[in-house]
């Protein structure tokens, strides 16, 4: 497989959703398919797929295709995510908890593991089994249950300070709610999900 260094972040960014669509073709029974199915299914052109697998290896078969269960589970090794990885959630406010409740995340590879709040008057509540913790037992929890992902889900003038609280806890992958960038160190990686800015996206081809 390719060294990680070398492959473009905007070809691993849609390696996620090859393989989402590989497991809806799981879930259907498909035993191979092709890139210009996938293609198809994506609205990606069969050539940037073979493109971008190729930065990995040689998966398919000329005149076969595809083995839908084989590519499925080279790209769920690629990822790393054949394996669970712990995660934290950091706010216990709506959003937090809809994130916590959310059981998309098991079957992908990820379990929330722990949640953390500096309000008194949410630590110590317990939201889908797993019970508030206050901010100060942040990195005693997050090296004693060997988490690395962490989710921020707190206001926006919160979310430095709690990002820098989490790298220095040993989070390595954030998922940052909070509608602001956050600095982090060049080996953290950091995704933005901003609901209003994809609204805006979208609104400017309105009429």
């Not at 996938?38 to 083995?67: P, V, W």
């Not at 600095?183 to 996206?201: A, E, G, N, R």
Request: a negative charge.
């Amino acid at each position: 497989m390719g060294n990680s260094r070398n492959i473009p972040d905007i070809v691993v960014g849609r390696l996620p959703v090859y393989l989402r669509a590989l497991s809806l073709m799981l879930a259907e029974q498909c035993e191979y398919t092709s890139s210009h199915e996938l293609g198809e299914r994506l609205g990606i052109s069969s050539a940037q797929i073979r493109k971008d697998l190729s930065h990995f290896g040689e998966f398919g078969k000329q005149g076969t295709g595809y083995n839908v269960a084989f590519l499925h589970e080279q790209i769920r090794q690629i990822l790393h995510v054949d394996r669970e990885w712990p995660m934290a959630v950091v706010g216990a406010g709506d959003l937090g908890r809809a994130i916590v409740h959310y059981r998309g995340f098991v079957p992908r590879g990820f379990r929330v593991v722990c949640v953390f709040d500096n309000k008194p008057e949410r630590v110590g509540e317990e939201i889908a089994g797993i019970v508030v913790q206050p901010m100060e037992k942040l990195a005693e929890e997050l090296s004693a249950k060997n988490v690395q992902v962490a989710m921020i889900a707190v206001p926006l003038e919160a979310a430095q300070d709690v990002a820098d609280q989490l790298v220095q806890a040993g989070v390595r992958a954030i998922l940052n709610y909070a509608p602001i960038n956050i600095s982090v160190p060049p080996d953290v990686q950091v995704q933005y999900i901003d609901p209003v800015v994809h609204l805006q996206h979208m609104t400017f081809y309105l009429k």
